[in-house]
């Protein structure tokens, strides 16, 4: 997945790109290297799983990918998205592991806030939450606050939020970590219904390999390198 992608009319397809990416906390002898010279990318409809132990420095990666941070060394692009170099922040949605979802809103306000901030009429964002939520199956809770749902519920609240923005690339950081393997199970299935519904592409972090084996790529993280980036083989 190194190499590039170049699409038929010579433009490059990848939505994210990293070249020779580190990304350091701190300075001096406290300096921590989370992330080193890490080099892939993520083509238009990809399934890719991060994986690693915990401190391998997935959260980091996909917090490059995404535009929230910035790397120490090297460059983040996103070529298929990018207006030259501005970040496509509206094209890329962000799922959590923990909670997310405001407490004082409702379930369908919740979905429709980031399109109420983007500057659509409370209408139309609305409109598109209720569609986002009927998606996810999730219609019957919508006027439920966070505290009334599960776990998985709110995850899957989470996932209808992205859906509903309508992103190219979705990252999802341990989206079934706090998650028992049915709820999480069940998570994986609603994202990839939503990456597969928006023809968006799809990385998820995790140390689960029943997760990881949903996807058809996968890059194996240790110690902020990845070691591996390789197709999986469908039998
Ligand atoms: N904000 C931060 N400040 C300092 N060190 C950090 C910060 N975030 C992560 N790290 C360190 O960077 C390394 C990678 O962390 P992270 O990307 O969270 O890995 P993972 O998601 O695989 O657990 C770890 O050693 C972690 O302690
Ligand atoms: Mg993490």
Do not use: C
């Not at 369908?108 to 139309?124: H, I």
């Not at 519920?153 to 690339?169: D, K, N, T, W």
């Amino acid at each position: 997945m190194s190499a590039k992608a170049i699409d038929e009319d010579g433009l490059d397809s990848a939505l994210v790109r990293l070249e020779s990416v580190a990304r350091t906390y701190g300075t001096g002898q406290s300096a921590v290297v989370a992330v080193r010279d890490a080099t892939g990318s993520v083509p238009a409809r990809a399934r890719l799983a991060v994986t690693g132990p915990s401190g391998s420095g997935k959260s980091t990666l996909l917090q490059l990918m995404s535009g929230l941070d910035r790397p120490t060394v090297g460059t983040v692009s996103w070529p298929a998205l990018a207006h030259r170099h501005l970040t496509p922040t509206r094209s890329i949605a962000m799922v959590f592991q923990g909670p997310s979802l405001i407490p004082a809103l409702n379930v369908e306000e919740n979905v429709a806030l980031p399109l109420v901030l983007a500057g659509q009429t409370d209408r139309d964002a609305h409109a598109a939450a209720r569609s986002a939520l009927a998606l996810v199956d999730l219609t019957d809770l919508s006027d439920k606050l966070p505290e009334e749902l599960s776990g998985g519920q709110s995850q899957r609240v989470a996932v209808a939020r992205v859906l509903a923005s309508r992103p190219r690339l979705i990252l999802a950081d341990e989206p079934t970590g706090h998650l028992d393997a049915v709820r999480g199970a069940h998570v994986i299935d609603v994202l990839l219904a939503a990456a597969d519904q928006l023809q968006a592409a799809l990385v998820i972090s995790t140390h689960d390999p029943a997760v990881a084996d949903r996807m058809t790529s996968r890059w194996r993280m240790s110690e902020g390198s990845i070691r591996t980036a390789q197709e999986t083989v469908r039998l």
